[in-house]
């Protein structure tokens, strides 16, 4: 169980950064 908490904390990472990265490139236009 411990083993699989990493894979899932990085894909909410992972949808955290391109959330972020969508609001900037939002922000830039």
Excluded: T
Excluded at 3 to 20: C, G, Y
Aim: proline letters at 3%; hydrophobic letters at 40%; charged letters at 35%.
């Amino acid at each position: 169980m411990i083993q699989h908490l990493p894979l899932l904390w990085n894909k909410a990472e992972i949808k955290k950064k391109k959330k972020i990265n969508n609001l900037l490139e939002e922000n830039d236009h």
